[in-house]
């Protein structure tokens, strides 16, 4: 199995999935509120333009942390990825920093698939996947996206688009189902 492709850790994971924090020192930081909102996930999956190293380390306090590499990343092997796979409980969940600029969107904001969505996945992913999580908006969306799935994007929990409000995405992975809740960092 490639490293690209990651195995959930067990059944009935929930995931904490940030993006768009651009953490720096003397720069933006993770407000106070969201480590409480944190607690109890088994993976904090980051969907690029975190910023420097730092940031993934505070998340790596609360639980592991995996994902992909935006414009905005340091070299680390936790976001090493341009695209990566999750896998678990019967899905596959496809993660990306750029859904537009890897060809798997015609737009961003909001979402709409390319397309050419299915080679853009097989190129990526090795195959279809269920969910897609894509960030660089700094807007939460959730769209439809392939047969019977949905693209998810968490916005972002720092500095989130005009009008928007900063958030990020639980996600709870089981056998019988995927239940996703952008969340509000108040």
């Not at 420097?52 to 590499?69: K, S, T």
Request: glycine share 12%; aromatic share 6%; hydrophobic share 45%.
């Amino acid at each position: 199995m490639s490293d690209s492709v990651w195995r959930l850790p067990f059944e009935g994971a929930n995931l904490a999935v940030l993006a768009d924090c651009h953490i720096h020192a003397g720069g933006p930081q993770f407000p106070p509120a969201l480590f409480p909102r944190l607690q109890g996930v088994d993976l904090i999956i980051t969907l690029g333009d975190m910023g420097e190293r730092a940031g993934l380390d505070q998340l790596q306090e609360i639980a592991p942390v995996l994902g992909v590499r935006g414009g905005d990343d340091e070299d680390d092997l936790r976001t090493h990825h341009a695209a990566r796979v999750l896998t678990g409980s019967g899905y596959r969940i496809g993660c990306v920093f750029d859904a537009q600029a890897t060809g798997l969107a015609q737009a961003c904001d909001p979402f709409v698939a390319a397309a050419g969505a299915a080679q853009a996945c097989q190129r990526l992913f090795g195959g279809p996947v269920d969910i897609l999580l894509h960030a660089s908006t700094h807007r939460p969306d959730e769209a439809r996206f392939g047969p019977r799935g949905s693209a998810l994007n968490p916005g972002s929990a720092i500095l989130p688009a005009e009008g928007a409000k900063p958030t990020f995405l639980r996600l709870k992975v089981a056998a019988e189902g995927c239940y996703g809740q952008v969340i509000w960092v108040a």
